[in-house]
């Protein structure tokens, strides 16, 4: 499952990035709001399309929620087992932290369903994932984590993806349909709910938003769509 690696690379690539350049609050809002289309694109050009296709929408609901409400179980964790001054720093690795482990069942249910919409699905995930990557291990740096620990945990970041989308792949690879897209559609609500919790607050706290931030976002819709396209044809 090479493409499980996708993810964790983009979030490694943000992070070493984050590592090499002073951080500008400004680029980073821009390249959240990128990453934040992206998501957007993945679970409405991707996921949902398909999932109608198998299953009713009152799944594609439920299936929606049970994702969502699993990232909120396990922010209402860490927010009890950490101290508060550390909260806001480990609450951005658990979103991406999360958000790599929905990628990783995203891309394993998709490659279940579909060898080519893994391939799509993990290319949409390494493209917003590596601002991400650099938001995450910037904090910890702003923070005066000690630079070896920053790099163990950007190299930490290949571990939930690729252990959700080896499990996500081996159970439902041989499943009836309804089933894979049901488990895909739980991936996308993960994935979009922690995304979006970290995503757009970051890119809201580290600069005002202004007519780029839209254009970002604007942009990373549109270019995940064309890059779908492409795949398609």
Do not use: K
Request: glycine share 10%; charged share 10%; proline share 3%.
């Amino acid at each position: 499952m090479l493409l499980a690696l996708l993810p964790g690379l983009g979030v490694a690539v943000g992070g070493l990035i984050a590592e090499t350049v002073p951080r500008s609050q400004r680029w980073l809002n821009w390249a959240l709001h990128g990453a934040a289309g992206i998501v957007i694109a993945i679970a409405a050009i991707e996921v949902f399309p398909d999932a109608l296709d198998a299953v009713s929408a009152w799944t594609i609901g439920i299936a929606f929620a049970a994702g969502g409400l699993a990232y909120l179980g396990a922010q209402v964790l860490i927010e009890r087992r950490t101290a508060s001054g550390d909260t806001r720093m480990w609450m951005i690795f658990l979103a991406v932290a999360t958000d790599l482990f929905g990628d990783g069942l995203l891309i394993g249910a998709g490659t279940a369903v579909s060898p080519t919409l893994g391939v799509t699905l993990a290319i949409g995930q390494i493209m917003a994932n590596v601002p991400e990557g650099f938001a995450s291990i910037a904090t910890f740096r702003g923070n005066d984590v000690p630079r070896s620990t920053r790099l163990w945990l950007t190299a930490a970041f290949v571990v939930p993806s690729l252990a959700a989308a080896l499990a996500g792949f081996l159970i439902l690879r041989n499943q009836p349909e309804s089933w894979q897209y049901t488990a895909l559609v739980a991936a996308a609500g993960l994935y979009t709910v922690a995304a979006f919790e970290d995503i757009i607050t970051e890119a809201h706290e580290a600069a005002a938003d202004g007519r780029r931030s839209t254009l970002a976002l604007i942009g990373g819709f549109v270019l995940f769509v064309f890059i779908s396209a492409a795949l398609g044809d």
